[in-house]
């Protein structure tokens, strides 16, 4: 297993548009592990060429998991950014100087992982909306992986699948509230697939601020990946092989 780390500096506001978001387009705070995927397939097509679809499925294909975390504080806001006759679409954009990802490939990908990280280096990215430029910083590949067992306790600091945690190991325990995200994290589906995520943020109005850890215990055996930055928990089996029922929601709330 091989887990490629690295940080976006972002020029600009973004917007990672919320799937079934209707009246205002809403965007997440932290991109989804589908953003991250689409972003290293779309740096794989800018550098190598080929089909981007493929690049897109082979990277779900190759994939236990992606994630993020946020450096500094993220700022939302909405602006109208188009009008139509009786109509306004409204839009919401984020910002924060820069985000750590990690994106886990399984053992036998090959060079994928090289080449992603290649990829990331040399190809110029954008991050949800077509108009968020972003510049990646040297990614930085680790496999250092521990095995977790049902139960076992963990420390982690990004965006994490609810369905992994133990939720009475997180009751009455201030270091592990965060933010519910319904996150989508297969980028092929034409259906979104939301399922939960609990995001190392805490929110103060439109403001969201980057917590240091999570601590809980798990409910399913999993990996914990250690990068740079980042230390995460990811599912045993691919979410190319989950075969996870739907769970479609809206927007986000605390616990």
């Known amino acids: ?5 690295f940080s976006l500096k972002i020029s600009s506001m973004y917007s990672i548009r919320v799937p079934y978001s209707y009246q205002c387009a809403r965007t997440y705070p932290l991109p989804a592990p589908s953003t991250i995927k ?7 097509w800018r550098r190598y060429g080929g089909d981007p ?7 779900h294909r190759r994939t236990i998991g992606a994630t993020a975390r946020a450096d500094c504080p993220i700022a939302v806001s909405a602006c109208t950014v188009r009008i139509i006759p009786m109509n306004a679409l409204i839009r919401q ?3 924060t100087p820069s985000i750590t990802c990690m994106i886990v490939f399984e053992e036998d990908s090959g060079e994928l992982p090289d080449k992603v990280a290649e990829a990331l280096k040399t190809a ?16 930085h590949s680790s496999s250092d992986v521990q095995k977790v067992n049902v139960g076992e306790a963990v420390e982690t600091n990004t965006l994490c699948p609810f369905n992994l945690i133990d939720q009475k190991s997180i009751e009455n325990k201030p270091d592990s509230r965060g933010v519910v995200l319904y996150m989508q994290e297969d980028p092929i589906s034409d259906n979104a697939i939301l399922e939960r995520y609990l995001a190392p943020l805490s929110q103060k109005g439109d403001t969201y601020y980057p917590l240091d850890k999570f601590s809980f215990e798990v409910s399913n055996n999993c990996f914990l990946v250690r990068g740079q930055k980042l230390t995460s928990v990811f599912r045993e089996t691919s979410p190319a092989e989950s075969s996870d029922k739907p769970k479609r929601g809206r927007k986000v709330k605390s616990v």
């Open 1 to 5: 297993m091989i887990a490629v780390e």
């Open 93 to 95: 954009f984020a910002f």
């Open 53 to 59: 679809v493929e690049h897109l499925k082979e990277i």
């Open 38 to 44: 689409g972003l290293c397939a779309n740096a794989l």
């Open 124 to 139: 110029p990215l954008y991050l949800g909306d077509s108009e968020s430029l972003v510049t990646c910083s040297p990614p």
